[in-house]
């Protein structure tokens, strides 16, 4: 089956870094969108970012442009979410998630990992 587990979530003062990675299997990774979305508490999931099967080519929202930045090794089967200058207001669960197809601001797609937490102190 399909199963995509992320990992580098943790605790960081404002202005720090984070790298998340997830790793997938059950799929055939390249053949995928990979991206990433988080969740607030008692806010609704937010697209971040994605990349395109050859990982030439990605988006990010507005709010993270300059800052975050998404890789992909498909050789690793893997997806890493590169997080600079972290802000208190980036603090949610953040998860990777796998499509054929993964639109900007989407909240949707087909394969889910089960998230990893990302707390920012100011």
């Known amino acids: 089956q399909v199963q995509l587990v992320e990992s580098g979530g943790g605790l960081v003062q404002a202005g720090g870094s984070l790298r998340l990675s997830c790793a997938a299997s059950?799929?055939?990774?390249?053949?995928?969108?990979m991206g990433w979305f988080r969740q607030a508490p008692g806010k609704e999931r937010e697209f971040v970012g994605a990349?395109?099967?050859?990982?030439?080519?990605?988006t990010l929202v507005d709010s993270v442009k300059g800052r975050f930045a998404i890789s992909r090794d498909n050789a690793k089967n893997t997806v890493a979410l590169q997080m600079n200058s972290l802000k208190p207001e980036d603090t949610a669960v953040y998860y990777c998630?796998?499509?054929?197809?993964?639109?900007?601001?989407?909240?949707?797609?087909?394969?889910w990992g089960q998230g990893t937490q990302v707390t920012v102190s100011s």
């Open positions: 990349i395109n099967w050859t990982g030439h080519i990605s």
């Open positions: 998630a796998a499509d054929v197809s993964i639109r900007s601001g989407t909240r949707y797609a087909n394969y």
């Open positions: 059950g799929l055939t990774f390249s053949n995928y969108v």
